[in-house]
């Protein structure tokens, strides 16, 4: 995994120390990844992702050291990689990965999962902190009442909620402006995204594992807009030159969900060495929007419930296809993530259901998302290696 | 003094018989037999609706039909209850209601549907938070529960219905709770094996049978004496039922507890004009637990129900697998323990416990507790 050789390629880390440098003065809230932060943002809090330290402390391969404290405090071993990181660290003597940040509020939601949503609730108690959970009831078909009153209602408890604790006033042209800006960064994202349906592609989804930050974290920033317009740019100059991130790309593959993040240069190299590109996942979708700035409150509680994590049975299997035959995949790798529950049950029949409904090969690995202690190499490369074996000129279905 | 009396061996052949009862109630009603799993579902609804609300109680570990479909460390009673539906266990109901407390059960009930395509159902969503925006979804979910179990029974559900059957489960929560000061009072008489197993009883019988059943329990002369070791339980069930037994065995009387097979299952609905709100209200204000944030917190719940009822100790009852419980358990206990409240941590399996395990650890917290 050399890297895609961006002009940039240094302005990313630039640009995420700015933007927590902004948040120096502000109160700060620590916050789910699937929030409204847009809103938090207009009442000048400064959003911190907990979850993105979760993913740092697995890639820095600190999970199994933070996860210690947090065990010792008698959290179980079988939780959440990214809560264990997160409560071992607020537990522990030393920091591997920098200290969280003392929060001001909390705010959990649990559209993504109900885990998220605890492991913020016992942070709170932890520090002493008051603590907002947006409750997302799961959307089985589409979103209608009485999940979208029950939203709407919950959105002005939040601006409440704020303003009580350190906020300024809600002022919804602020907000308005946060969301055209949020809008724009999101459209890049998808543009970037979408990139990887060119053959060869110049990015795919490994990549955008590398690039997702901003997405995450600075939405509704210029700094994000900024960022991804001059990506996108140097992408396009690199596609326009035939530039093939995975070189002799033969084909594509769908990967579900996150990735193995302390082995995610294994993967990359892995699936290079087979000519793989992962084009897509849901997991980098997912941090596309398109919001209503006329009606942001409602708009941005209504987005915000439709994660894909948030859906039923069948919504996410067809989102899984339309993802699948919108890029062409030879074939699709679901991960059975032991921190992720919410991703993780029904999987082994969705992998036969994919493959029945599109006739593409697929796996399943058993590994988890933070945890080195529960991959296996040799088992992961042997089945991996049976699967590229099974790749065949072919491409997904459509719906 | 044991209760010698028929309803509890009515009580536990229920547990057992769980297809016998809906054939029996089948024999002389129209309606579908709607099974639930035990989180908190608001059975007066599918009484309402004319039809007979069954909880679902697999005995036994039989985790191992479910390995094709979940992994292995996905909580024991998702995968015993996928298990039961696999091998044919619950061909008694005609439909299903899968309440959504966890990560877990959303899935499952996804993965029910596509494996099992069953010809009824639902999902109910407690909503997680006891502020005011919960009270008018909890009502809009509880109208969509009425009318889907409406349709499926082809009764439509009015107020007057539902009254009588809040009424009527009511009366099944007042004396469940009579029987549960008798149980305080009179362990030998009434132990936590017997209490606990009229209650899970109570999931499974009819309102209608279940209440001459508590009638005659409570119609035997309290008797025997007071004492053991009053603790309070806290987790989601008291589950395997054996549990209780052990805790008879030794020597602790469970004063208090927020199981759904257990205290939750006593509180009763306010008797109001509007019963569909009424329901609501009572589900808004329901004893605290993991899934949900209530008005009260658990922790204060838990620490005032010990000073309450002179408990000694708590014990958490928690499935191994279960992230909703654990991550709130380090901070539950230490809030008890900062009030000199002492606890003892137990990890169970469905239809499992390793009761010899269990036996030596509640002997050892025993004693602990005499040298407190």
């Given at each position: 995994?050399a890297?895609?050789?961006?002009?940039?390629a240094?302005?990313?880390?630039?640009?995420?120390?700015?933007?927590?440098a902004q948040g120096?003065?502000?109160?700060?809230?620590w916050?789910?990844?699937?929030?409204?932060?847009?809103?938090i943002?207009?009442?000048?809090?400064?959003p911190?992702?907990?979850e993105?330290f979760?993913?740092v402390?697995?890639?820095?391969?600190?999970?199994?050291?933070?996860?210690?404290?947090?065990e010792a405090?008698?959290?179980?071993?079988?939780?959440c990689?990214?809560?264990?990181?997160?409560?071992?660290?607020c537990?522990?003597?030393?920091h591997?990965?920098g200290?969280?940040p003392?929060?001001?509020?909390?705010?959990?939601?649990?559209?993504?999962?109900?885990?998220?949503a605890?492991?913020?609730?016992?942070?709170?108690?932890?520090?002493?902190?008051?603590?907002?959970l947006?409750d997302?009831?799961?959307?089985?078909?589409?979103?209608?009442?009485?999940?979208?009153?029950?939203?709407?209602?919950q959105?002005l408890?939040?601006?409440?909620?704020?303003?009580?604790?350190?906020?300024?006033?809600?002022?919804?042209?602020?907000?308005a402006?946060i969301?055209?800006?949020?809008?724009?960064?999101?459209?890049l994202?998808?543009q970037?995204?979408?990139l990887?349906?060119l053959?060869?592609?110049?990015?795919?989804f490994?990549?955008?594992?590398?690039?997702?930050?901003p997405?995450?974290?600075?939405?509704?920033?210029?700094?994000?807009?900024?960022y991804y317009?001059?990506?996108?740019?140097?992408?396009?100059?690199?596609?326009?030159?035939?530039y093939?991130v995975?070189p002799?790309e033969?084909?594509?593959?769908y990967?579900?969900?996150?990735?193995?993040?302390?082995?995610l240069r294994?993967?990359?190299d892995?699936f290079?060495?087979?000519?793989?590109?992962?084009?897509?996942s849901?997991?980098?979708?997912?941090?596309y929007?398109?919001?209503?700035?006329?009606r942001p409150?409602?708009?941005?509680?209504?987005?915000?419930?439709l994660?894909?994590?948030n859906?039923?049975?069948?919504?996410?299997?067809?989102?899984?296809?339309v993802?699948?035959?919108?890029?062409?995949v030879d074939?699709?790798v679901?991960?059975?993530?032991?921190s992720?529950?919410?991703?993780?049950?029904?999987l082994?029949?969705?992998?036969?259901?994919?493959t029945?409904?599109t006739?593409?090969?697929?796996?399943?690995l058993?590994?988890?998302?933070?945890?080195?202690?529960?991959?296996?190499?040799?088992?992961?490369?042997e089945r991996l290696?049976l699967?590229?074996a099974?790749?065949?000129?072919?491409?997904?279905?459509?719906? | 003094?044991?209760?010698?009396?028929?309803a509890?061996?009515?009580?536990?052949?229920?547990?057992?018989?769980?297809?016998g009862?809906?054939?029996?109630w089948?024999?002389?009603?129209?309606?579908?037999?709607?099974?639930?799993?035990?989180?908190?579902v608001?059975?007066?609804l599918?009484?309402a609706?004319?039809?007979?609300p069954?909880?679902?109680?697999?005995?036994?570990t039989?985790?191992?039909h479910?390995?094709a479909?979940?992994q292995?460390w996905?909580?024991s009673?998702?995968?015993r209850?996928?298990?039961?539906?696999r091998?044919?266990e619950?061909?008694w109901?005609?439909?299903l209601?899968?309440?959504?407390?966890?990560d877990?059960?959303?899935?499952?009930?996804g993965l029910?549907?596509?494996?099992?395509?069953?010809?009824?159902?639902e999902?109910?969503y407690?909503?997680r938070?006891?502020?005011?925006s919960a009270?008018?979804?909890?009502?809009?979910?509880?109208t969509?529960l009425?009318?889907?179990?409406?349709?499926?029974?082809?009764?439509t559900?009015?107020?007057?219905?539902?009254f009588?059957s809040?009424?009527?489960?009511n009366?099944?929560r007042?004396?469940?709770?009579?029987?549960?000061?008798?149980?305080?009072?009179?362990?030998?008489?009434?132990?936590?094996?017997?209490?606990y197993t009229?209650?899970?009883?109570?999931f499974?019988l009819?309102?209608e049978?279940?209440?001459?059943?508590?009638?005659?329990?409570?119609a035997?002369?309290?008797?025997?004496p007071?004492?053991g070791?009053?603790l309070?339980?806290?987790?989601?069930?008291?589950?395997?039922?054996?549990l209780?037994?052990l805790?008879?065995?030794s020597?602790?009387?469970?004063?208090?507890?927020?199981?759904?097979?257990?205290?939750?299952?006593?509180?009763a609905?306010?008797?109001?004009?509007d019963?569909?709100?009424a329901l609501?209200?009572?589900?808004?204000?329901?004893l605290?637990?993991?899934?949900?944030?209530?008005p009260?917190?658990?922790?204060?719940?838990?620490?005032?129900?010990?000073?309450e009822?002179?408990?000694?100790g708590v014990?958490?009852?928690h499935?191994?697998?279960?992230?909703m419980?654990n991550?709130?358990?380090p901070?539950?206990?230490d809030?008890l323990?900062?009030r000199?409240?002492?606890t003892?941590?137990?990890?169970?399996q469905?239809?499992?416990?390793?009761?010899?395990s269990?036996?030596?650890?509640l002997?050892?917290f025993r004693e602990?507790?005499?040298?407190?």
């Open positions: 995994m890297g895609i050789p961006l002009p940039s240094g302005r990313l880390k630039d640009i995420l120390a700015a933007g927590q120096a003065d502000a109160p700060v809230a916050v789910t990844a699937v929030f409204p932060a847009e809103l943002r207009a009442m000048g809090f400064y911190y992702y907990p993105n979760g993913a402390a697995a890639a820095k391969k600190v999970t199994p050291a933070l996860s210690r404290a947090a405090r008698g959290y179980e071993a079988d939780l990689g990214y809560a264990r990181a997160g409560l071992g660290d537990l522990a003597a030393v591997p990965v200290s969280l003392k929060p001001t509020v909390i705010l959990g939601a649990n559209n993504q999962c109900s885990t998220l605890r492991w913020f609730e016992a942070a709170a108690r932890d520090f002493g902190v008051p603590y907002f947006l997302f009831p799961p959307v089985f078909g589409s979103l209608g009442e009485p999940v979208q009153s029950y939203l709407h209602a959105m408890e939040l601006a409440a909620f704020l303003a009580l604790n350190g906020g300024v006033p809600l002022d919804t042209d602020r907000l402006g969301i055209d800006l949020a809008n724009e960064a999101c459209d994202w998808r970037i995204l979408a990887a349906r053959r060869p592609a110049p990015f795919g490994i990549d955008a594992c590398v690039y997702m930050a997405i995450v974290t600075l939405r509704g920033t210029p700094a994000a807009v900024e317009r001059l990506l996108k740019a140097e992408l396009l100059t690199l596609a326009g030159r035939g093939a995975v002799g033969r084909y594509k593959v990967w579900d969900h996150i990735p193995v993040w302390p082995r294994w993967a990359a892995l290079a060495a087979h000519g793989v590109l992962v084009a897509t849901q997991y980098a979708e997912a941090w929007h398109r919001f209503d700035s006329s409150l409602e708009s941005l509680a209504e987005s915000y419930a994660a894909f994590v859906r039923d049975f069948e919504e996410r299997l067809r989102q899984k296809q993802l699948m035959a919108n890029y062409g074939g699709f679901l991960l059975s993530n032991r992720c529950k919410a991703t993780s049950v029904g082994y029949d969705k992998q036969r259901e994919l029945r409904r006739g593409l090969p697929g796996v399943v058993e590994a988890d998302m933070a945890d080195l202690a529960f991959f296996d190499e040799d088992q992961l490369t290696e699967f590229f099974r790749l065949g000129p072919g491409q997904a279905k459509d719906l | 003094m044991e209760m010698p009396v028929r509890v061996a009515a009580a536990r052949e229920a547990l057992h018989d769980p297809a009862v809906a054939a029996r089948r024999s002389g009603h129209q309606g579908p037999v709607i099974a639930h799993l035990p989180y908190d608001p059975v007066e599918i009484h609706a004319g039809a007979l069954v909880g679902v109680f697999p005995s036994g039989g985790g191992e479910a390995q479909h979940l292995g996905i909580c009673p998702a995968r209850f996928l298990t039961a539906a091998q044919g619950l061909e109901a005609d439909g209601i899968i309440p959504q407390i966890c877990t059960m959303r899935g499952l009930k029910w549907q596509f494996l099992q395509r069953p010809s009824f159902l999902a109910y407690l909503p938070t006891g502020r005011e009270l008018p979804y909890l009502t809009g979910e509880l969509r009425r009318d889907r179990l409406g349709e499926f029974s082809g009764r559900v009015e107020a007057g219905d539902l009588r809040i009424t009527l489960y009366a099944v007042t004396r469940l709770d009579l029987l549960f000061q008798r149980h305080v009072n009179r362990p030998a008489q009434i132990t936590n094996l017997t209490w009229l209650v899970r009883a109570s499974i009819p309102p049978e279940m209440l001459p059943l508590l009638d005659e329990v409570l035997v002369q309290p008797e025997g007071a004492g070791v009053p309070v339980v806290s987790g989601q069930l008291m589950e395997p039922l054996s209780a037994g805790l008879d065995a020597g602790v009387v469970v004063v208090g507890d927020d199981l759904v097979d257990g205290q939750r299952a006593c509180q609905v306010p008797e109001e004009s019963p569909l709100a609501a209200r009572r589900a808004w204000n329901s605290p637990c993991a899934a949900i944030i209530g009260v917190g658990r922790e204060t719940y838990l620490a005032d129900l010990v000073r009822r002179r408990a000694v014990i958490f009852l499935f191994r697998n279960c992230e419980e991550l709130g358990y901070g539950l206990r809030h323990e900062r000199g409240i002492p003892l941590y137990l990890e169970t469905w239809g499992t416990a390793a009761a010899g269990v036996a030596t650890r002997e050892a602990m507790l005499e040298g407190f």
